[in-house]
């Protein structure tokens, strides 16, 4: 059984199939719909989408054309509603933190989708390397000036935490382009170190590099390197997720 003609792309509002059956093969090629359409209690049997393009009403319609993709090995629209399927739960927790539930589940969420957009972007992982990157070595030359320990951890805390906000506004708001921002954090940071080059940048990426010495970690070092190691896990599973075969 094909949905729709199989000669034309269709174009339709929305379209729900909540309570439906299909006991034979459905085939559903090059069609879109510009609402949403809805599978949820659908029960489909070799079901196969082709060419299609359209907004989902829920997390279990992500999960069933997901699926389907899965099943022809196309793994590049997997992906895509993969990434549909993570937003819509998101909004399931996002209704669950209203209501005091599952606040925790919704802060892991929140910090995937925001680093990777659930593995799904590697370009957005490298964007908060270098945010973090940035923001690290301005707060270090800003430290060169301070006398007091208590000094030191009122200001970084207070430094990481208004870069992490204009960076998280900008990858939300899209407002900006995520590498104009960083631009502006280049610049920033080579004024205030004239390490125009990167050289403590590039040396302080790697997460490792100081903790196989003798030198003292302090809070906001050791905060970032656990930072950027997960950002980097992130961008090494966001590149694999768009270029593996199965």
Known sequence: MSLFNPNSKNIFNSIDFEYSTFKEELVIKEFSV???????????????????DFPVKNRETARIIKNSFEQQNNIIEANKYYALEMKEREKELNQDRKEGKNLLEWLVFKVHGLASNHSQDWLLSLFWILSFSFGYGFINCINEYLDNKLE?????????????????????????????????FYLIYGFTSKDFNLYDISNNINPFSIMTGWQELSFLTLSYKIIIAYLIYQLIISIRQNTRRK
Not at 35 to 52: D, E, G, M, P, V
Not at 154 to 169: E, H, K, N, P
């Open 34 to 52: 510009e609402k949403s359409i809805n599978l949820i209690n659908t029960s489909l049997n070799n079901t196969r989408f082709i060419k299609i």
């Open 152 to 184: 030191f951890m009122l200001i970084d805390i207070f430094l990481f935490g208004v870069i992490t906000l204009i960076s998280a506004f900008v990858v939300e708001s899209k407002r900006i382009n995520n590498y104009i921002l960083i631009a502006i």
